[in-house]
């Protein structure tokens, strides 16, 4: 069965204190992996599609990694402004859907 | 600028009433899907559709319905047959053709049921 799992569910960090978030996937033929950050009452915003075992992607102070069974996503010296719900997603070779996981909620603290 | 537009932002309904999310786009996207998000949950398919006249059902599609008679639009109503219509409504589009397959999101349509 096709399934993607975020952990952990909710982080709180203080500024400038890096971590990283996981998302496991389990799907038959990856065409993509692609992460999303979602503010409250907002649509999801792309971030990174991640096609193969080994790909990483940087943006500002995000980093995102991928291997066959998970990927990471690297938060370096986080600002309160990275607060937000983020949604990891794959996308199957064989036709057009989507499965989403559940999201990491961060909070930033100054 | 091209993207995706849903409206309303916010709707109210009475219990046993029908209502109608809109969503268009002008991306030229053939591929649309709609999603519903619960506080806590991730993203629950509700209806896809790769082509005009199209569509599929998702993961809960029971007292939804849609229609795709143009390209750009992929307007949603919920029935009055969906026993829990209170959630956040998120509308989508792809470009199937493309190789980075990315679906891009309105901004949601919060409907809450009085």
């Known amino acids: 069965e096709d399934q993607v799992t975020q952990s952990p569910e909710a982080l709180r960090l203080q500024e400038g204190e890096s971590s990283s978030l996981n998302c496991s996937y389990t799907?038959?033929?990856?065409?993509?992996l692609f992460w999303y950050r979602q503010d409250p009452g907002k649509g999801p915003e792309f971030l990174f599609t991640?096609?193969?075992a080994g790909e990483e992607k940087e943006k500002e102070r995000l980093k995102a990694t991928l291997t066959k069974k998970e990927s990471f996503l690297h938060i370096t010296a986080p600002k309160p402004e990275d607060s937000a719900t983020y949604l990891c997603?794959?996308?199957?070779?064989?036709?057009?859907?989507?499965?989403f996981g559940s999201g990491t909620k961060l909070n930033v603290k100054p | 600028d091209g993207g995706i537009t849903q409206s309303p932002k916010y709707l109210f309904r009475k219990e046993g009433q029908n209502v109608t999310l809109s969503c268009e786009q002008n991306l030229n996207h053939d591929a649309m899907y709609w999603y519903r998000q619960d506080p806590g949950q991730g993203l629950r398919l509700i209806y896809y559709?790769?082509?005009?006249?199209?569509?599929q059902k998702g993961d809960i599609a029971e007292g939804y319905s849609v229609s795709r008679e143009k390209k750009e639009s992929f307007p949603l109503t919920v029935t009055s047959a969906q026993k829990n219509p209170t959630a956040f409504y998120l509308c989508?589009?792809?470009?199937?053709?493309?190789?980075?397959?990315?679906?891009?999101f309105g901004e949601g349509s919060r409907l809450t049921v009085l």
């Open positions: 799907v038959s033929g990856l065409r993509g």
């Open positions: 989508a589009s792809t470009n199937v053709g493309a190789r980075t397959g990315e679906l891009f």
């Open positions: 559709s790769q082509i005009v006249n199209d569509f």
């Open positions: 997603a794959v996308l199957r070779k064989d036709f057009n859907k989507f499965y």
């Open positions: 991640l096609y193969s």
